[in-house]
């Protein structure tokens, strides 16, 4: 239930911070964002009071008692500047709440201190402004009040034939909304009684008469004619009662006739069930639990057992393949509930944009592309802070000051634009600004006093000069602000990234802007895999990288001074990288026409790997190579084939690198 | 046992009631996020019992109130109210609502009224 309540709260959380914010840039709250802010804290308050976490509750309350207000009386001196900024700095408060409640710490934040700035707010919005619209709806309210009390006011018929009864009705301690439960009474009765009169007499408008209830109990007096045992058999039927006082009035008052028949306690034994909360160690045990079924899933899947090889079992085959089927859809669904949509991290970064641009001065606009894009639901979790960084550096960095922009002959509004889309069996993000760029000399200043680099004439490639950024303790911005300059954080972005098994590049453009871009695989989990034979070892190539493969022919292959292999396919040239050789593996086939050779693409780039024999297309989960062994280069990972051997998947993006 | 639908915008609201009830011998046989989807699913599943959120999206919990009771006079809905919304479920109450839980709901409360029906 805790799992439950987290996830719907910040996911609601998030909704509503959109809203505002959208609002906040057209300036204005229309009727259907006012609606649903309140809405969005109505439930929250509600699922935080049935959770105890009063704070919240508390704070939640608030807001919705400030959006009734708006949505009721439409007052017109509002400043939306000032309502976002109130609304989001509560968002705050219940996020740091939630992240208290996440780490199992008791969220004991005190909202007092929100609650009154939003109470004081209110007030100030109730004082000046609007005032029209309140005297109108409180006209309107006494209305609607005398409109629903039709039932007690009936006109005085003939009585003559009925009775008069007269009813005291206690109810239980702490059933709450007494008031409301008297009108229940009421309207059970409407039927049966006429002239009802009852005390207090404004059941529902007075909020004095919930406490006189408590107190006193709810007094009715009625005409019916109805005998007393029906009377009493409805009246008993009623929730929460503690206690029914039910006599006969004599209409003449002649003979007294006190039926007086009290004390029908209802009050049973109470019996409360605290509020189970789930602990700590029961939810890693759950989280453990799904993360063993999902490598169970995985590897059921792509384990194939080498020795039914070569039998013939048709009916065997029948019922393999039928089962493949299945556990094919299983694995589909099993990977569907682990790929997520960016849209949720990405949505966030809104926020960020504004506070920095009221922070800093600055107008821009973030525009956000392909947030549909799904990835697996681990990298969403790490790409997160990266992602943050790398925008805040844009904004802080990256765009200029309004004068300096117009000064520059750009528009005072800088663009940061945030992208995702699918390639391949991977996921590219891209973070690009409009902004001044990277500051080359600067950085191979800062490279030369740490001695990252010894000599400045030497030539290097833009690529890597802008990739300097990314070392620890590496920045060029004097002036450290609040956001970011501090230098720790770029290299946290790159190790982030490298974590999820990614890559980010920069490219950069002086007086046009940056692009970062990252790379991340699409899913960590199972990848279609070629795998290959060289000699006794097997790899594994993602088959989405896999152009073609063919036998070439002795006469296509071309060797530079160098001694660098190329084949010529259909006019282009392409280099060879022999697998034996990258990885020193003997008593393997060199003669390229008795090999095969595989196209690989990564990048826009091809290269031709040369290996002895494909062994087959087989669906491989991917685990990282273990920590004793350093980054090989040209090897992503490695995974466990059907008959137990390891196979070691290649990293086509180093590989093309490397020619 | 009675069938019951659990009508809430809240996904955690839904959850805690319906672990609640089933704990108790209820059959939740459906829920719906707003009062729309409530009305289509009262006329599908027909329960013995709606319970009925006030504030929702679409249709809120008055209105969906209104036109179940149209539907079937003799519906058994139960509004689902937080404090601070009592002329609400007043309105509920006219609405022909048999009857109230207030948020956060103990499961006595809800038991008592529940089993009232």
């Known amino acids: 239930m805790l799992e439950m309540y987290k996830f719907e709260t910040n996911q609601l959380l998030e909704q509503m911070e959109q809203v505002v914010i959208n609002s906040e840039k057209s300036n204005c709250c229309s009727q259907e964002a006012i609606n649903e802010i309140f809405r969005i804290m109505h439930t929250i308050k509600g699922s935080s009071a049935m959770m105890l976490f009063n704070g919240i509750s508390t704070l939640a309350h608030s807001i919705e008692d400030l959006f009734f207000y708006l949505r009721e009386y439409k007052p017109e001196n509002v400043d939306y500047m000032k309502l976002s900024d109130l609304v989001l700095s509560c968002t705050d408060f219940i996020k740091e709440e939630l992240s208290k409640i996440e780490r199992g710490v008791e969220p004991d934040g005190n909202p007092d201190e929100s609650v009154n700035i939003i109470k004081a707010y209110l007030t100030e919005l109730k004082g000046d402004g609007g005032g029209n619209a309140i005297q109108e709806n409180t006209d309107e309210k006494k209305d609607e009040g005398k409109k629903q009390k039709y039932f007690i006011t009936r006109s005085l018929s003939d009585n003559s034939e009925k009775t008069l009864y007269k009813a005291v009705i206690y109810f239980e301690e702490g059933c709450e909304m007494e008031n409301i439960r008297a009108f229940t009474v009421m309207h059970s009765l409407k039927n049966i009684a006429q002239d009802i009169m009852c005390e207090p007499e404004d059941v529902i408008e007075n909020e004095e008469s919930t406490r006189f209830i408590r107190e006193n109990g709810f007094k009715m007096q009625f005409y019916s004619d109805k005998t007393y045992e029906e009377i009493e058999n409805i009246l008993n039927e009623t929730i929460f009662l503690k206690k029914l006082e039910l006599e006969v009035v004599d209409n003449n008052d002649t003979a007294n006739v006190n039926k007086k028949k009290p004390v029908i306690d209802l009050e049973s034994d109470r019996s409360i069930t605290p509020e189970a909360v789930r602990t700590e160690k029961e939810k890693e045990k759950e989280q453990a639990n799904k993360t063993l079924l999902h490598n169970f899933i995985s590897e059921a899947m792509v384990t194939s057992n080498p020795d039914l090889k070569g039998l013939s079992l048709d009916n065997f085959n029948k019922a393999a393949s039928q089962l493949k089927k299945i556990t094919g859809e299983l694995q589909d669904i099993v990977m569907s509930i682990r790929m997520v949509p960016l849209s949720a991290t990405f949505q966030k970064m809104h926020r960020i944009v504004r506070d920095m641009c009221k922070k800093l001065d600055k107008d821009v606009e973030l525009e956000i592309l392909g947030e549909t894009t799904e990835v697996d639901k681990n990298i969403i979790e790490n790409i997160s802070d990266p992602l943050m960084h790398l925008i805040r550096n844009s904004l802080d960095h990256g765009i200029e000051t309004k004068e300096e922009r117009i000064k520059n002959g750009k528009s005072q509004k800088g663009k940061i634009t945030l992208e995702a889309r699918n390639e391949g069996g991977e996921v590219i993000i891209i973070v690009k600004d409009d902004g001044r760029g990277l500051n080359k000399e600067k950085i191979l200043q800062k490279a030369l006093d740490h001695g990252l680099i010894q000599d400045i004439n030497r030539e290097i490639p833009d690529r890597e000069i802008f990739s300097m950024i990314f070392l620890p303790g590496f920045s060029t911005k004097e002036n450290v602000t609040e956001f970011s300059g501090r230098g720790v954080g770029m290299d946290v972005v790159s190790n982030n990234i490298e974590k999820i098994g990614g890559v980010v590049n920069v490219d950069s453009i002086a007086g046009e802007g940056t692009t970062m871009t990252i790379r991340i695989p699409l899913t960590l989990a199972i990848i279609d895999g070629m795998n290959i034979r060289v000699s006794n070892s097997t790899y594994t190539i993602p088959i989405t990288s896999i152009k073609e493969s063919f036998r070439a022919k002795e006469e296509d292959l071309i060797t530079d001074p160098d001694g660098n292999e190329m084949i010529m396919v259909r006019g282009d040239c392409y280099p060879i990288i022999r697998i034996h050789k990258l990885f020193n593996i003997k008593d393997s086939i060199t003669n390229i026409s008795e090999g095969i050779t595989i196209m690989v693409e990564s990048e826009m780039n091809t290269v031709c790997l040369f290996a002895d024999e494909l062994l087959g297309e087989q669906q491989v989960v991917v685990k990282a190579l273990p920590q004793y062994i350093k980054k090989v280069k040209g090897i992503a990972g490695c995974t466990l084939l059907g008959e137990g051997t390891i196979s070691l998947i290649l990293d086509i993006a180093a590989l093309v690198k490397m020619k | ?117």
């Open chain 2, 1 to 117: 046992m009675a069938s019951v639908l659990i009508v809430d915008d809240a996904a955690f609201m839904r959850t805690s009631l319906k672990l609640m009830l089933e704990k108790n011998g209820f059959t939740v046989v459906g829920e719906a996020d707003n009062g729309a989807a409530a009305i289509q699913k009262y006329m599908e599943l027909n329960p013995n019992i709606v319970t009925m959120d006030i504030t929702m999206p679409v249709l809120d919990g008055i209105e969906a109130t209104k036109k179940i009771k149209e539907v079937d006079p003799q519906a058994k809905v139960v509004i689902v109210s937080a404090m601070g919304q009592e002329s609400y479920v007043r309105d509920a109450v006219v609405a022909g609502a048999k009857n109230f839980i207030v948020k956060p709901f103990k499961e006595e409360h809800v038991l008592k009224v529940l089993n009232s029906l």
